[in-house]
């Protein structure tokens, strides 16, 4: 069965009405593929388009598409997780949905992709911790967003309390985590046969990518007021819950 044909019968089957199924089909986050493989934005775009002839169906998606509000953080420690689980209390209440990974992934669904996905979100919640910063998952999301450009008007950083980001020692003391990363690595790889190695070596391209862009996400992190984390949860994250609604409403 084709893709149209696996709309229409999902539309019949699960709509009412235009404004029904354009709210719904709209809405679905890419990847959400109803038990079936995934479906591409202009899949849906074409669909929609055949079956209902409305004007603003590519205006509709694409917007649903800009106001996703993302959030990286660690799964490493406790804290950062009890953390996003109140921030995302606070925003539900707020009648704002945070897609994380714990929502967002589903059975087989692979994490790159979501991180790809993350990447190019317009909003994304940054909670800084110090296992964030030796996570290269974390990492490789804070480094795609950053290579995607205007980092600044996209990230809303919070800094957990043991992100040791202000002081040049203790930030000096991460690079060479990254650095001593490469090299072990490195040292292991040359003890054994150079053969069918590239997994090996991509793996050492993203320490390397990370060591060689922290400095400059640091600086722009411990340059940004995210307040503390205890002014954040006293306050039901009123900041950060008004900066990001300002930005979706821009």
């Given amino acids: 069965m084709g893709c149209g044909n696996r709309w229409y019968w999902w539309h019949r089957q699960n709509c009412v009405g235009a404004e029904s199924s354009i709210e719904r089909l709209a809405n679905l986050p890419l990847g959400n593929d109803l038990n079936e493989e995934p479906f591409a934005l202009h899949s849906r ?6 079956t209902l002839g409305i004007t603003d169906i590519v205006e509709k998606l694409q917007e649903s598409k800009q106001k996703e509000v993302f959030i ?5 420690d ?17 009648g704002i949905t945070i897609i994380r990974d714990k929502n967002a992934i589903g059975y087989k669904e692979r994490f790159q992709e979501f991180m790809q996905r993350l990447s190019r979100g317009k909003y994304v919640i940054v909670v800084i911790s110090d296992q964030y910063l030796k996570s290269e998952n974390c990492m490789y999301e804070l480094v795609e967003v950053a290579k995607n450009g205007k980092l600044y008007h996209r990230i809303f950083p919070i800094i957990l309390a043991d992100a040791q980001i202000y002081e040049p020692i203790e930030r000096i003391k991460y690079v060479k985590y990254w650095e001593k990363k490469i090299k072990d690595l490195n040292d292991e790889m040359i003890t054994v046969n150079a053969a069918n ?3 090996f070596r991509e793996e050492i391209d993203l320490y390397t990518e990370i060591r060689k862009m922290f ?18 949860i006293q306050s039901d994250f009123e900041a950060l819950l008004k900066a990001i609604a300002e930005s979706l409403d821009e």
């Fill in 45 to 50: 775009i074409a669909y929609l388009w055949a």
């Fill in 78 to 94: 406790n804290h950062s997780k009890l953390f996003v689980q109140k921030l995302e209390k606070a925003f539900q209440a707020k």
């Fill in 197 to 199: 190695l590239q997994e």
């Fill in 215 to 232: 400095a400059n996400l640091i600086k722009l992190l411990k340059d940004m007021n995210a307040l503390t984390e205890e002014i954040h």
């Fill in 72 to 76: 990286s953080y660690t799964w490493r």
